[in-house]
């Protein structure tokens, strides 16, 4: 036997070896016969709601701030010396109470002269009368003596007005808030004196979406919280703006409320809770229940034991349920689990209902 055939067998041989080494694991392992895959006979387990009506609010959550129920920044009509201050900051007032007087003595004197003048006036129109009467004097010279009667008691009409305004009285009963001038010093019209509020009624301004505009009436109550309390404070609608702003597209409301405490400050902020309708036979169902579909909504509704889909019209929504207006009856019950598994026809059986 040659090298060449001896080569030839060692591989052959090699390769049986091999072969008989690796087989084992490159068999594929025998499996038992395909079954087809058949329907469970099990239900789809999923939790249902029974319609019944409902009461719902139509409520919407905004924020706004108080204002005082009158406001005035006191200033001096006229200019001068301030003579005498007699309120004190955070005093309350009545209205028509002297707050602050300015030194009159020069507007006091020329009243006092022109009234002098006043009485020599009367008697010369007196004796011009008489004169006349016996046709002494022409009617000429009575009418002269008569038109400096009469300009002499505007003259003093028109000092007493300028007297009244070296006075400052309050405008309205409220509190006064903290004086900007001392006594002694010169003020003129554009010096603050001081401001004066009236908080008992207070305001409440705040605003809403032009949308629910028709859905806003006077007398309408509203919830309010301010960050310095936890009471509920309760407001009366008393005007609506009768335009939506432009700007920012929302109506302007003002409400009025009791504050009989001083709890309320013109500029605090506060939280409202504004109920614009109440739907006393609401029908809801859960949000998580309603599949959206283009142009419209949909649910499943349990009949039968199987799956039935409805097209539904929603209204109202809150936090956890959605208003149905359309496509629903009461005492049907709706799936409110598995919606993703659900489809038309598919038996189903209900664990829970809620």
């Known amino acids: 036997m040659n090298k060449t055939v001896k080569t030839i067998l060692t591989i052959v041989i090699t390769i049986i070896i091999l072969g008989l080494i690796l087989y084992p694991?490159?068999?594929?392992?025998?499996?038992?016969?395909?079954?087809?895959?058949?329907?469970?006979?099990?239900?789809?387990?999923?939790?249902?709601?029974?319609?019944?009506?409902?009461?719902?609010?139509?409520?919407?959550?905004?924020?706004?701030?108080?204002l005082a129920n009158e406001s005035v920044a006191l200033r001096s009509e006229i200019s001068g010396k301030i003579e005498k201050i007699n309120f004190q900051e955070g005093q309350r007032v009545k209205k028509g109470d002297l707050l602050l007087k300015i030194n009159d003595d020069e507007i006091l004197a020329q009243l006092e002269r022109l009234k002098y003048t006043q009485k020599l006036n009367d008697d010369m129109e007196y004796r011009m009368r008489q004169l006349l009467e016996k046709e002494a004097i022409s009617r000429e010279e009575y009418e002269i003596a008569l038109t400096t009667l009469n300009?002499?008691?505007?003259?003093?009409?028109?000092?007493?007005?300028?007297?009244?305004?070296?006075?400052?009285?309050?405008?309205?009963?409220?509190?006064?808030?903290?004086?900007?001038?001392?006594?002694?010093?010169?003020?003129?019209?554009?010096?603050?004196?001081?401001?004066i509020y009236n908080i008992n009624p207070i305001k409440v301004e705040f605003s809403i979406p032009g949308k629910y505009s028709a859905m806003v009436h006077k007398g309408d109550s509203i919830q309010f919280t301010i960050e310095a309390s936890d009471e509920k404070f309760t407001g009366i609608i008393y005007a609506v703006e009768p335009r939506v702003d432009p700007q920012t597209r929302t109506l302007p409301i003002r409400a009025i409320c009791n504050n009989d405490h001083d709890l309320?400050?013109?500029?605090?902020?506060?939280?409202?809770?504004?109920?614009?309708?109440?739907?006393?036979?609401?029908?809801?169902?859960?949000?998580?229940?309603?599949?959206?579909?283009?142009?419209?909504?949909?649910?499943?509704?349990?009949?039968?034991?199987?799956?039935?889909?409805?097209?539904?019209?929603?209204?109202?929504?809150?936090?956890?349920?959605?208003?149905?207006?359309?496509?629903?009856?009461?005492?049907?019950?709706?799936?409110?689990?598995?919606?993703?598994?659900?489809?038309?026809?598919?038996?189903?059986?209900?664990?829970?209902?809620?």
Request: hydrophobic content about 40%.
């Open 25 to 66: 694991r490159l068999k594929p392992e025998e499996s038992g016969p395909v079954v087809a895959a058949t329907p469970g006979s099990s239900k789809l387990p999923v939790e249902a709601k029974i319609i019944k009506p409902e009461r719902i609010e139509n409520a919407i959550k905004i924020t706004g701030a108080i």
């Open 151 to 195: 300009t002499t008691l505007s003259d003093i009409k028109e000092r007493e007005a300028r007297v009244a305004k070296y006075k400052l009285y309050a405008p309205f009963d409220g509190v006064i808030g903290l004086r900007q001038v001392s006594e002694g010093s010169y003020i003129t019209p554009s010096d603050l004196v001081v401001n």
């Open 264 to 354: 309320l400050i013109p500029g605090q902020f506060v939280n409202i809770d504004y109920t614009l309708s109440v739907i006393p036979n609401a029908m809801l169902v859960p949000s998580e229940s309603v599949i959206p579909e283009m142009n419209s909504h949909k649910i499943y509704i349990y009949r039968n034991g199987v799956v039935t889909q409805q097209k539904i019209g929603i209204g109202l929504r809150t936090e956890q349920d959605v208003q149905v207006i359309t496509g629903l009856n009461p005492g049907d019950t709706i799936i409110t689990t598995g919606i993703l598994q659900a489809r038309e026809g598919l038996p189903v059986t209900i664990t829970k209902i809620n």
